[in-house]
């Protein structure tokens, strides 16, 4: 089966820095998506991109997050200054389509610790 | 609004015994319902769905679910856990008309005692 790539696996990190993760979704796929979850709570939805634009973000996508896709094979979360409770497991997915009758397909995730 | 509740946070069972799940929706029209599954460094991989038709729903791996409205249950069953079940599980809604934005449980860690 078809995977979403997700890089690195887990990433340290200080209060206040930058950090960009990293996603490779599936070669045909249009639509992409980050979630996250946060130790001991839900998986939540972040955003969503098609056609290199947000189709939806959620009350947790502030101003301190961005996502693009700036190579037709990459797709990135980018957090401008990390908080200690942007400490969390980020997952990365991907759809060809969003027929509600179509599958999502999820990276492992990237494990952020903000120190 | 869209919500979900898997009100056991771990289980244990011995290899060869039955699973069930709890998942609970709240959902205002008809849902499309989801269990995916985490083991260790993998991602999360899609189990079964329900949308319509035939509330007892077949998926990978063995696991079935069934989709009982009056209850605003979605529960997933095995009937003969392996030890290799051993992973996180995670029931979901869809939010609305499209797919992409889904709400997640908790999830329910399964622990399998050989």
């Known amino acids: 089966e078809p995977e979403v790539t997700q890089t690195p696996s887990h990433q340290v990190t200080q209060m206040g820095q930058e950090v960009i993760l990293r996603c490779v979704p599936i070669s045909n796929h249009l639509y992409f998506y980050w979630y996250r979850q946060i130790l001991g709570q839900k998986v939540e939805f972040l955003v969503s991109?098609?056609?290199?634009?947000?189709?939806?973000k959620s009350e947790i996508f502030d101003d301190q997050f961005s996502v693009e896709r700036p190579d037709g094979s990459n797709f990135t979360l980018k957090i401008r200054s990390t908080k200690l409770e942007d400490s969390a497991m980020y997952f990365c997915?991907?759809?060809?389509?969003?027929?509600?009758?179509?599958?999502?397909?999820f990276g492992s995730g990237t494990q952020l610790s903000v120190l | 609004a869209q919500s979900v509740t898997q009100p056991d946070i771990h289980i244990t069972v011995s290899e060869g015994a039955s699973l069930e799940l709890r998942c609970n929706y709240s959902?205002?029209?008809?849902?499309?319902l989801f269990w995916y599954v985490q083991s260790p460094g993998q991602g999360l991989q899609l189990l079964l769905k329900?949308?319509?038709?035939?509330?007892l729903v077949q998926g990978i791996k063995g696991f079935e679910a069934e989709f009982k409205r009056s209850q605003s249950s979605f529960n997933l069953r095995k009937p003969s856990v392996h030890w290799s079940d051993a992973a996180e599980y995670f029931c979901a809604v869809d939010g609305g008309s499209t797919l992409g934005r889904l709400y997640f449980g908790r999830g329910t860690q399964l622990t399998v005692w050989p």
């Open positions: 329900y949308f319509s038709g035939d509330t």
């Open positions: 997915a991907s759809s060809l389509d969003t027929l509600r009758d179509e599958k999502l397909f």
């Open positions: 991109f098609y056609n290199n634009e947000i189709s939806e």
């Open positions: 959902y205002g029209a008809t849902p499309y």
